[in-house]
């Protein structure tokens, strides 16, 4: 009998270009396992929100998707008009077995695709695209309010030439959220081998100084969230009106964790998050900070936005 689990009632449909079709059962919700994305981690994804109006910031998550295929030389057979289309057909479909839902989390995977179980790339048949809607569920309003904890990772970071690309080689991502639930954190954060700040398991990390600079890590060092970009673009007025003194890229060492006014998670999941604890320490006076809830509002006006 095949196995079944509760969290599949989440998922609204899901399009292979391998069967060629979307289905809504989460049975048929699957890939073949001579795919190299399955056995070699050999494909690029990305996770995107679907706000009930629009899909948020679709086009730059295309667009870091097109700079990870490049990145592992994985033709992207698809334009971005296409996706779109195959995106917009799951949540028509998944919709009408969740006509209350009005949010969806949206994944899309380009992988080498099938061929035998070797680690050669050119064994493959060609690329294929998978998407899957899922329910959307959203922070609870407590962790927005009240804030979260973050810790210090011991897990050793991805190596520049691979921390801002989006492939599904993620075990060390995996490996810093299981270190976050094993150790009762909400999440945490890695450094790198120099000490700097990079990033959580898949958020970034950013901070506003007391010098009231907001400061987020140099590119190499994580992935380009579009979540951060975004918040950073909305937070330029902030600068103008003299509520923030500067945005920029820095090195991010501990102490400047430490020290910070304001310390924030940022990622499609989660939108802005304060973080009020950093390894068993309260930020400032250990309550969300003025800047982190502005930004917080101005990222969901942001998203409500019709186009
Ligand atoms: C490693 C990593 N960093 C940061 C992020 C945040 O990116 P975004 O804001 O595009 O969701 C993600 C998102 O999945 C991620 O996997």
């Keep these: 009998m095949t196995k079944t689990h509760l ?17 809504t059962d989460p049975n048929w919700m699957l890939v073949p396992i001579d795919d190299h994305l399955v056995h070699r981690g050999d494909g690029v994804f990305e996770a995107l929100k679907w706000t009930g109006e629009r899909v948020y910031l679709f086009d730059q998550h295309l667009s870091r998707l097109r700079q990870s295929a490049a990145r592992i030389a994985l033709p992207l057979d698809w334009t971005d008009e296409e996706i779109k289309e195959l995106v917009e057909r799951c949540i028509v479909e998944g919709r009408l077995q969740h006509p209350s839902e009005i949010e969806a989390m949206i994944r899309i995977f380009v ?28 922070v609870s309003s ?19 030439d691979w921390a801002p690309y989006k492939t599904c080689n993620y075990l060390p991502n995996v490996m810093v959220k299981k270190e976050a639930v094993d150790r009762g954190v909400d999440f945490m954060v890695g450094f790198d ?15 506003v ?13 994580i992935l380009q969230g579009t979540t951060m970009n975004r918040v ?5 007025p902030l600068v103008e009106k003299g509520i923030l003194d500067r945005i920029q890229e820095e090195d991010i060492t501990q102490e400047m964790v430490m020290g910070a006014k304001e310390v924030m998670i940022l990622g499609t999941t989660w939108d802005v ?18 800047i982190t809830c502005k930004l917080q509002e101005l990222l969901l006006a942001d998203q409500s936005k019709k186009s």
Aim: glycine letters at 14%.
């Design 142 to 160: 407590e962790k927005r309010k009240v804030g979260v904890s973050l810790g210090r990772s011991g897990v050793m970071g991805k190596p520049q």
């Design 273 to 290: 998050l304060p973080v009020t604890i950093f390894d068993g320490k309260k930020i400032g006076k250990g309550v969300p900070g003025l």
């Design 232 to 236: 950073f673009e909305l937070a330029r």
């Design 209 to 221: 100084s007391q010098r009231n600079e907001l400061l987020k890590p140099k590119k190499g060092l």
């Design 7 to 23: 969290g599949q009632s989440n998922y609204w449909a899901m399009y292979s270009s391998w069967f060629g079709r979307v289905v």
């Design 111 to 138: 992988s080498r695709g099938p061929g035998n179980f070797s680690a050669n790339p050119y064994d493959s048949v060609g690329p294929q695209l998978y998407i899957v809607v899922t329910r959307f569920q959203p």
């Design 193 to 207: 081998s120099l000490g700097f700040m990079t990033e959580s398991s898949t958020e970034n990390v950013v901070i």
